[in-house]
């Protein structure tokens, strides 16, 4: 399933899970079998940032309690778009550095 974060763009065609809070999108990561997920960062007042749910990511690749996922960002804050990137590119590697290890045993 697409998963897209965003508090005032509408879904696009193609997504399925439409998030407008941090603590929705983790949600639906857990909950849902989520493939590829869009970051917007600026989700308003007290609804946390995209930065925050790419964190998580990060954490959980880490942990390797997440599958892989694609992603792309569509925030026009361009500072905290390149936290995102750069949290998901960590995801990236973990997941990659996972599947090696695999391939080792």
Known sequence: MKL???DKRPIPPGYEIWCKT?????????????THISFDNDL?????????VADWIEEQ????KINRLTWAVHSANPVRRDSIV??????????NKT????WRV
């Open 86 to 95: 750069s949290a998901m590119r960590n995801a990236e590697k973990f997941w």
């Open 61 to 64: 690749a880490h942990n390797g």
């Open 4 to 6: 897209w974060l965003d």
């Open 22 to 34: 941090a603590k929705q999108a983790i949600w639906a990561l857990q909950n849902y079998d989520v």
């Open 99 to 102: 599947v090696l290890t695999k």
């Open 44 to 52: 308003g007042t007290g609804f946390g940032e995209g930065y925050q």
